[in-house]
């Protein structure tokens, strides 16, 4: 189950709370039948896929812009070690941008817009 677009994240999030307000009137999430448990937990994985990539916390680099790093980093043949030294900043910092526990900074977004080529729109995304 994949959210394709702000719409469809709306629906599964009401079809979400519908799970949600049914577990409670049973008076335990449990009490939900199997189908809707298993409901329940593929709108859970999707809406978060989706929230990751276009509704990250603060602090947190959406999924879509490590992804594209990524690719820009395998397209240019570069390790990541190269591709930090590029875009001006240590290797431990260029992991944590990947692996979204950094946000970023304007000079770093610049650098991997004008560096490594990572679309504007990904980047301010």
Do not use: W
């Amino acid at each position: 189950m994949k959210i394709a677009n702000e719409k469809e994240y709306k629906e599964y999030e009401a079809r979400m709370e519908c799970l949600i307000q049914r577990g409670t009137v049973l008076g335990d999430m449990e009490l939900l039948s199997n189908e809707e448990k298993e409901e329940f937990t593929m709108l859970s994985d999707a809406l978060d896929e989706y929230g990751k990539a276009y509704h990250p916390l603060p602090g947190q680099m959406s999924t879509l812009l490590a992804d594209a790093i990524l690719v820009k980093v395998k397209e240019k043949g570069l390790k990541q070690k190269e591709a930090a030294q590029m875009i001006g900043i240590s290797q431990t910092t260029f992991s944590d941008l990947i692996h979204r526990r950094r946000s970023l900074s304007y000079e770093v977004a610049r650098n991997l817009y004008k560096v490594l080529g990572v679309p504007a729109d990904v980047i301010f995304a």
